[in-house]
């Protein structure tokens, strides 16, 4: 069997290259590729799905909210608040306008003033406002509200959505550089298991080379046993990655406006898995993953000839 297994190799590299140690080292890698893709990936669709909501919500902020509104003559009096209200439900992109109550203030303000309460303090009216997806607000809507309650403050939420945006962007700068320092090492590692291959076959290969062998011919022999030895281990670890990745995106559900569900392990373990084959983990995830064993084999095969052809050019 070993003789047969010898022949068709050609070189004999079965013997000559660290097939365990080489799949093991690239699972790894494969591994840790896998695991910075997805979070980056992870990353990038809540900040891209947080700032879509924040683009739609605003906050007025109404002083003075019990006070008459300037209004036209033939109107009722109303307060400053109930104007600003009333101007709101004119809106034909409105979602929603909801004015807190002095609970949700006190909570909103908890983590600042602690539970003493506000009822003491001349605190504005806060509306909070739902547009409808891309919708803004019209300039001849920002003058009525500042005509009728002068000062009230109408916050947009662009400055969260340009951070989140530039998280976001630091967050895959951060993860291409991670991936690159991966697929470094991993050419580093496929590299010396080469070259102990090239030392355990030296007289050999001399011995060809002498005889004139082409370069292509030992070089692809190396090239081809590499590959298959890193594709293994690219699809080793890519397997690997999978259940904490699916986990991790079960668990993040809430994040992304999935209904919350209390679960024990083992069915947060098989909701996951089984999220994965109905197709409840994004496309692009998948085939992002997909990718990182062939990107193990060409990458393999590219370090594996450059560096036989390298060693085969300086024989004597």
Known sequence: MSSRKQARDGLALAHALPDRSLIAMVAAMSLLAALTFAGAFGARELSARWARGAANLMTVQVPDPEKPAIVPSDSAAASRADAVLSLLQTLPSLRRAHRLDTQELDRLLAPWLGNTGTSALPLPAVVEVDLTSGATLPDTFVTTVQSEAPGTLIERN???????????????????????????????????????????????????????????????????????????????????AVLPIAVVSRLMAPLSGAAVSHETWPSLLRDSLHSLTIGGTSTDLLIGLGCIPLIMTILGWGTAQTIVRIWLRRLP
């Not at 102990?196 to 060809?208: K, N, P």
């Open 158 to 240: 662009d400055d969260w959505r340009e951070q989140l945006h530039a998280i976001a962007r630091s967050l895959l700068v951060c993860a291409a550089l991670a991936i690159t320092l991966v697929g470094g090492i991993a050419a580093a590692v496929i590299g010396m298991a080469t070259r102990l291959g090239l030392g355990a076959r030296r007289d050999s290969l001399i011995i060809l080379h002498g005889l004139g062998a082409p370069d292509g011919y030992v070089a692809g022999r190396f090239a081809r046993r590499v590959a298959l030895l890193a594709f293994g281990g690219g699809a080793l670890g890519t397997i690997l």
